[in-house]
């Protein structure tokens, strides 16, 4: 039983500016949701998203709501019957994850018989730009296996070319969040093809993508915005190779969990990603991504500083979360 409920609002700096085809912005504003039982805590964290109509005022509201059925012993299975997917679920849902680790001594990993965890190769961000000052980013991500590009705008065939030439080691994925049309996506993808692209992320705006299934995809196809739960898994088939399963799409990790094991007999493959926030965000997303095809949680080093303790960024590797951070 949850006898205190705490929800606070943090605003943490990015390290310059964060831009993708929809806008830039210059902080994560994230809702903090924290459980105590009296004796023990635990934490979760969310970023709401516009896109999906959600505010810092709304996913608040949403988890407040919650307060009396947690008091009444609400569990993270009947979550889904009082609230719907989306960032206040996900952090209620990764704070009784925490909370349960905590009162059991044993760590969320142990819990779900993901032990031992191993460190991951995680992406890290060029933001859309100019062709010149993207090309200059990737030239400095050069020695990163794993770069993940925001495009989705005019002339994206010569954004494409710059960074690959900038970074000629580096696999590289390309993020359009859904800033191309059925007029320039062939076009693009094959520029992505012939620069050795490896996957392109939500190329066409959500529920306007079905020239993916007439087309070719000559290199795969994940899919984001148009992923969000268990249940849209079966829409995606025929236009998508993957798909990118975030906690704060899903309603928190164990609708991940499902939607992973579903995609996998899908036939899918497997991006965990991320919104920009700290490390305690992207600490249940570390258990989440340890099969994963893709990783994509380097929303920590967009920022000007992280949580402390954070999780260990060595280069592109991340290690597993420590019990103080989360699970």
């Given at each position: 039983m949850?006898?205190?409920v705490?929800?606070?609002v ?8 964060f ?5 830039s ?53 009947g ?73 989705g ?8 070319r ?19 049309s ?31 299934t ?26 998508y190779?993957s ?6 799409k899903?309603?928190?990790l164990t ?10 007999e ?55 979360p420590?019990?103080e951070?989360?699970?």
């Open positions: 949850v006898v205190s705490e929800i606070s943090e605003r943490w700096p990015i390290a310059g500016t831009t993708i085809s929809r806008g912005k210059t902080e994560a504003a994230i809702v903090l949701c924290t459980l105590s039982d009296g004796t023990f805590t635990g934490r979760g964290e969310c970023v709401p998203y516009a896109r999906y109509g959600e505010s810092l005022d709304s996913v608040c509201a949403e988890v407040e709501g919650l307060r009396e059925a947690l008091a009444n012993g609400a569990t993270r299975d979550l889904p019957v009082l609230i719907g997917a989306g960032a206040a679920r996900n952090a209620v849902d990764c704070a009784l994850w925490d909370l349960e680790a905590k009162r059991s001594g044993k760590t969320v990993a142990d819990i779900l018989g993901l032990s031992p965890l191993h460190d991951l190769t995680t992406a890290v961000t060029v933001s859309f730009g100019d062709v010149q000052t993207m090309a200059a980013a990737a030239r400095d991500f050069a020695d990163r296996p794993l770069i993940k590009v925001k495009v705008g005019e002339n994206d065939d010569e954004r494409i710059a960074v690959a030439n900038a970074a000629p080691s580096s696999r590289i994925i390309l993020d359009a969040n859904e800033g191309w059925d007029e320039n996506i062939v076009e693009n993808m094959l520029a992505a093809a012939k620069a050795g692209v490896v996957l392109i992320e939500q190329p066409l705006p959500a529920g306007k993508d079905a020239i993916l007439k087309i070719p995809h000559p290199v795969p196809i994940c899919a984001d915005e148009s992923a969000h739960g268990t249940d849209d898994l079966h829409t995606l088939l025929g236009r190779d798909i990118n399963i975030k906690l704060d899903t309603g928190g609708e991940a969990l499902r939607m992973r094991k579903r995609a996998r899908l036939g899918f493959g497997i991006m965990v990603g991320c919104m920009v926030g700290t490390s305690l965000a992207m600490a249940p997303a570390v258990l989440l991504a340890q099969d994963a095809d893709f990783v994509d949680l380097d929303g920590p080093l967009i920022l000007r500083e992280d949580r402390k303790p954070g999780l260990n960024f060595q280069g592109s590797r991340v290690s597993p420590k019990p951070l989360w699970g």
